[in-house]
């Protein structure tokens, strides 16, 4: 990429040391106010997010979960941050209810982190930057469900990488080395144990669901980033990802089968009528293709979508309208 390598990219250029840190809100109330996000320029939030989607993309092409990295102590932070909730998980059994799905334990785990978001966000980012910690821990809270309709997708994912996004416009997370790291032991540490777990145990519904036309109930991203790691594989191609022994080989070093061994667990029936979209993908010849593909339908199916926007939330790191410098 063109920028300079000893500099972060423009969008994860740490804000300014007297930024006024704001609680993000909503900003997206009708369909027109769309054109306000989509506006690309520089520092808007549209742009901010995927070019953090995308430096994360690059970050991990060609690596295996497995290889060997140096993890920083803001990562060791934050790991112990999602280990907590993954703890609380633990504590909050679910309750006997008549209804299979929707689980109302949730609630409570819900409320726990409510209350205590912005002191774990707070272990995490220095004292020095304790202002921000308000801002960045609504984008944790958003991050895991709606907890009146108990359910998650891909809105609250989008929330989970803005708080990463966040964590590093602040200079918490550093975009060096540390992208794949972000990406290895908080997405795989995350989405997949933490949120997986929440989905299982309080039998979240899907929000906004596609049924078999979607990618999957509840990720994206993984997907994404998962694609990127097989670019130039020697011998797996995205043929292989419907084969359940190279699946079963190989899931613990590709987040992309993970993600299908995930939905293999889920659902029953043959693979081609219960997740019809990735079926499809399976005949794309080059995981190169199915990354670009990806991408596109990210943009297309998730954040140009309006009933996924409306509830993203804006602040000072991840404006709406344009920064207007002093």
Same mark, same amino acid.
């Given at each position: 990429?063109?920028?300079?390598?000893?500099?972060?990219?423009?969008?994860?250029?740490?804000?300014? +040391?007297?930024?006024?840190?704001?609680?993000?809100?909503? &900003?997206?109330?009708?369909?027109?106010?769309?054109?306000?996000?989509?506006?690309?320029?520089?520092?808007?939030?549209?742009?901010?997010?995927?070019?953090?989607?995308?430096?994360?993309? &690059?970050?991990?092409?060609?690596?295996?979960?497995?290889?060997?990295?140096?993890?920083?102590?803001?990562?060791?932070?934050?790991?112990?941050?999602?280990?907590?909730?993954?703890?609380?998980?633990? &504590?909050?059994?679910?309750?006997?209810?008549?209804? !299979?799905?929707?689980?109302?334990?949730?609630?409570?785990?819900?409320?726990?982190?409510?209350?205590?978001?912005?002191?774990?966000? +707070?272990?995490? #980012?220095?004292?020095?930057?304790?202002? +921000?910690?308000?801002?960045?821990? #609504?984008?944790?809270?958003?991050?895991?469900?709606?907890?009146? !309709?108990?359910?998650?997708?891909?809105?609250?994912?989008? +929330?989970?990488?803005?708080?990463?996004?966040?964590?590093?416009?602040?200079?918490?997370? !550093?975009?060096?080395?540390?992208?794949?790291?972000?990406?290895?032991? #908080?997405?795989?540490?995350?989405?997949?144990?933490?949120?997986?777990?929440?989905?299982?145990?309080?039998?979240?519904?899907?929000?906004?669901?596609?049924? #078999?036309?979607?990618?999957?109930?509840?990720?994206?991203?993984?997907?994404?980033?998962?694609?990127?790691?097989?670019?130039?594989?020697?011998?797996?191609?995205?043929?292989?990802?419907?084969? &359940?022994?190279?699946?079963?080989?190989?899931?613990?070093?590709?987040?992309?089968?993970?993600?299908? =061994?995930?939905?293999?667990?889920?659902?029953?029936?043959?693979?081609?009528?219960?997740?019809?979209?990735?079926?499809?993908?399976?005949?794309?010849?080059?995981?190169?293709?199915?990354?670009?593909?990806?991408?596109?339908?990210?943009?297309?199916?998730?954040?140009?979508?309006?009933?996924?926007?409306? *509830?993203?939330?804006?602040?000072? =790191?991840?404006?709406? *309208?344009?920064?207007?410098?002093?």
């Amino acid at each position: 990429s063109s920028w300079d390598r000893r500099r972060p990219p423009p969008h994860l250029e740490a804000p300014p +040391a007297t930024q006024n840190f704001i609680i993000p809100k909503k &900003e997206i109330h009708t369909v027109p106010d769309m054109g306000k996000w989509k506006r690309s320029q520089v520092p808007v939030a549209y742009a901010d997010y995927i070019g953090f989607i995308l430096t994360l993309n &690059e970050g991990v092409k060609g690596k295996k979960l497995t290889f060997e990295y140096r993890v920083s102590e803001a990562i060791e932070k934050l790991v112990a941050l999602l280990n907590t909730l993954d703890r609380w998980i633990d &504590e909050t059994p679910p309750v006997d209810q008549p209804s !299979r799905f929707g689980n109302k334990a949730y609630r409570i785990w819900y409320a726990k982190l409510d209350e205590e978001a912005e002191n774990l966000v +707070a272990t995490v #980012v220095p004292t020095h930057l304790a202002a +921000a910690v308000p801002e960045v821990a #609504v984008y944790l809270k958003e991050s895991v469900g709606n907890s009146t !309709r108990i359910d998650y997708g891909t809105g609250h994912e989008a +929330a989970f990488a803005a708080f990463l996004c966040c964590l590093c416009k602040i200079g918490v997370l !550093r975009v060096d080395d540390q992208i794949a790291i972000t990406v290895f032991l #908080v997405f795989a540490t995350f989405p997949f144990p933490v949120m997986r777990k929440l989905q299982k145990t309080y039998r979240m519904e899907p929000a906004g669901s596609q049924g #078999v036309w979607g990618l999957d109930d509840f990720q994206f991203l993984p997907f994404i980033w998962g694609s990127s790691q097989l670019i130039d594989h020697p011998y797996l191609e995205p043929r292989h990802f419907v084969d &359940e022994k190279a699946v079963n080989e190989n899931h613990k070093d590709y987040m992309f089968l993970e993600c299908i =061994l995930f939905i293999t667990e889920m659902k029953t029936g043959p693979f081609a009528e219960h997740s019809n979209q990735l079926w499809n993908i399976s005949a794309v010849p080059s995981w190169s293709k199915v990354n670009q593909g990806l991408i596109r339908m990210y943009k297309a199916e998730c954040l140009e979508k309006f009933p996924v926007i409306q *509830h993203f939330k804006f602040g000072s =790191l991840l404006p709406i *309208h344009p920064v207007t410098s002093g």
